[in-house]
């Protein structure tokens, strides 16, 4: 826990800066990004990694009636103007949906976007759900979907300390908030998806089941030029299960 | 004192093996174990209940649960509308339609005017935040459900006190451009309204509201504090003390001719807590805006720290009938024991002007059910304490 502080108007983040030089966003998921991450380490090493806690996540106070993903989304547009341009955004999974929103809206504050394991379109049909629903699904499913290899990498519960206990639920309710409905995506995205005027990569987790790389690829073609790329044994958490991989992507992508 | 007859419809009728392979007897449970002509037979026996409680003089509750073995009544309207018409002279309360997952208060307060004006103002309106396989199969969202279960509250009361024309509601969780219901409600200003909840600080606003708080299934020391709660609420906004008019407390209860009956029958009601209560881990103590995260931290861990607030349905579970008399849960035994029993309930939260029975549920049949109505509407109810009345504001400010 780094205690910084990041603010954005009238609104302050926890915020964890790490390295220097070419600002590298990061948006992140279902939980918020743990400052000594390795591939936070790893990404350092290309600008200064600055990874913000949404707010009601990690200890980021979620101001009265800030409950919206319109609302994040325009913080994370004043997160821009406040940083000037040449930023580059990535995003995970729920993050992802928010950077993706964020390009769409504003593409010329960006340099170059990354989206990791990204949520927020709807791609199958009105009774296919694409997004394994992870307030609705046991807890052992969700664990099994999200790991490749959930031994290893799910959290551990038991270990953790009563305060990341607390954390962990407060981001959950965040989360829940804002994506309870419709569930992790926005209906009229994938119109604007179009907007996106910057490089842009897709990188999934080939074994992700809360949401399949199938959908990824359905992403991608909304994204004129993106590409996509898949990360071997890697669940919805490549960044975490395969950090060397995903920071090899990541900077490749950058030099380009 | 006003007694309420409260039977949920349960349908036990699913074999054992399937409930126990299910994680969650709520919500996921498939319809297939529900044969609906069972179904029919238990809502005919259920409305013939209460039905029988018009003829004794027992005043009758109209529940709403979704999607479970622990109750067929998934629409209180539509049953509020039969009990409306088929009873002649009853109270009759709704407890309630669960405003928290409805998408539009006004269609609520709708049908409650239109139960109202069919009973010919016989309705008392309860509201409750519903419980939490609820929110999964009402698809609503579970944070912030205290916020719009008080929005709902404050939009129903105004279309149902709204004479004069449409008035519009652009509030955070409601909007409705034109609000203009018919027919009106029949009783003026609105029928009584109540809230069932053990949560102190809706007990504090119900108080200052001047709302009947019910506390079901909680046992004395958790009425108590509600209740205590509620009084002290009132003091501090400098409004009259409550009469006992404002408190009800419901529990499971059966009367018999011996207490070897009352008891025997009494104890099958356990079904409810034993059978019915079980949800999946995440519909209950992992979903999340249900408790402070806070509390809700420890239940990841699968040895919670000592001291970890439990829902109260938890502490439910697997009791048995002694444990559930000794907690208040339960009240069963001849007419005296039962009497004795409420009384000493009575006594221990400082009074209530309501009490609720929970007499039908589980394997205990309809038989057995009207039998147990009629005992305590003859040998019990003529001895509980009158309700006391609590004084309107405007009186008080006249005495002042």
């Known amino acids: 826990m780094s205690g910084e502080r990041l603010a954005v108007g009238e609104i302050e983040l926890e915020v964890v800066r790490h390295g220097a030089g070419r600002a590298i966003v990061l948006l992140h998921g279902f939980q918020p990004i743990d400052s000594a991450a390795r591939f936070v380490e790893l990404l350092a090493r290309h600008g200064e990694v600055i990874a913000p806690s949404s707010p009601g996540f990690g200890h980021s106070e979620r101001p009265e009636d800030f409950d919206t993903v319109y609302d994040l989304v325009h913080l994370y547009l004043d997160l821009l103007d406040v940083l000037g341009g040449g930023v580059t955004l990535v995003g995970f999974s729920f993050g992802g949906w928010l950077a993706a929103e964020v390009a769409a809206a504003c593409s010329h504050r960006i340099d170059k976007l990354v989206l990791v394991d990204p949520l927020g379109i709807k791609v199958g049909d009105r009774e296919t759900r694409d997004i394994l629903d992870i307030f609705n699904a046991s807890p052992e499913e969700v664990r099994r979907s999200s790991w490749h290899d959930p031994e290893r990498f799910a959290p551990d519960f038991n270990a953790m300390s009563d305060e990341a206990l607390v954390v962990y639920a407060r981001s959950r309710e965040a989360l829940c908030l804002y994506a309870w409905h419709p569930y992790m995506y926005n209906p009229q995205l994938p119109r604007w998806l179009g907007r996106i005027k910057v490089p842009t990569m897709l990188l999934w987790g080939e074994s992700d089941l809360v949401v399949t790389p199938d959908y990824g690829r359905a992403y991608s073609r909304l994204i004129p030029g993106s590409r996509f790329e898949l990360i071997d044994r890697a669940g919805h958490h490549p960044e975490i299960e395969q950090p060397e991989a995903f920071a090899e992507r990541v900077s490749r992508f950058l030099e380009e | ?400």
């Open chain 2, 1 to 400: 004192m006003r007694a309420w007859y409260h039977c949920e419809n349960v349908y036990p009728f699913v074999p054992q093996e399937v409930l126990d392979r299910a994680e969650s007897v709520r919500a996921s449970l498939p319809n297939k174990y529900c044969d609906p002509k069972i179904a029919a037979d238990l809502f005919e026996e259920c409305l013939d209940e209460h039905l029988l409680c018009d003829e004794l003089g027992v005043n009758v509750v109209s529940i709403e649960h979704h999607a479970g073995i622990n109750s067929l009544y998934g629409a209180s309207p539509m049953i509020l509308g039969i009990l409306a018409r088929q009873t002649k002279k009853v109270r009759i309360l709704s407890l309630g339609t669960l405003i928290t997952v409805r998408p539009d208060p006004v269609r609520v307060a709708e049908e409650y005017a239109t139960a109202d004006v069919i009973s010919r103002g016989r309705l008392e309106i309860g509201f409750v935040k519903s419980g939490d396989s609820e929110m999964v199969s009402g698809n609503a969202n579970p944070v912030g459900y205290v916020e719009r279960f008080w929005e709902a509250i404050d939009l129903i009361t105004k279309t149902l006190t709204s004479h004069e024309g449409p008035f519009s509601w652009e509030g955070k969780h409601f909007t409705h451009r034109h609000v203009n219901i018919w027919p009106p409600v029949y009783q003026r200003p609105h029928p009584p309204m109540w809230a069932a909840t053990g949560d102190l600080e809706t007990s504090a606003e119900l108080g200052r509201r001047g709302m009947v708080n019910a506390l079901v299934l909680r046992g004395p020391e958790a009425s108590k504090r509600a209740f205590d709660t509620y009084r002290d609420a009132r003091r501090d906004a400098g409004l009259p003390a409550p009469g006992t008019d404002r408190f009800a407390y419901a529990a499971l209860c059966y009367v018999g001719e011996t207490d070897e009956e009352g008891l025997r029958i009494g104890s099958k009601t356990l079904w409810f807590l034993n059978t019915s209560l079980k949800q999946s881990a995440q519909m209950s103590k992992f979903l999340p805006g249900r408790m402070p995260p806070e509390v809700q931290a420890q239940n990841y861990r699968s040895q919670p720290r000592q001291g970890t607030v439990r829902r109260p349905a938890d502490s439910l579970i697997g009791i048995t009938a002694e444990q559930a008399i000794a907690r208040g849960i339960l009240c069963a035994g001849n007419p005296d024991t039962v009497y004795k029993q409420i009384m000493e309930i009575y006594d221990k939260v400082g009074g209530f002007g309501h009490f609720i029975f929970i007499g039908r549920s589980g394997f205990l049949d309809h038989q057995e059910a009207e039998k147990g109505i009629r005992l305590l509407a003859k040998e019990v109810m003529p001895r509980l304490p009158a309700a006391t009345s609590t004084p309107a504001v405007e009186h008080a400010h006249a005495a002042e």
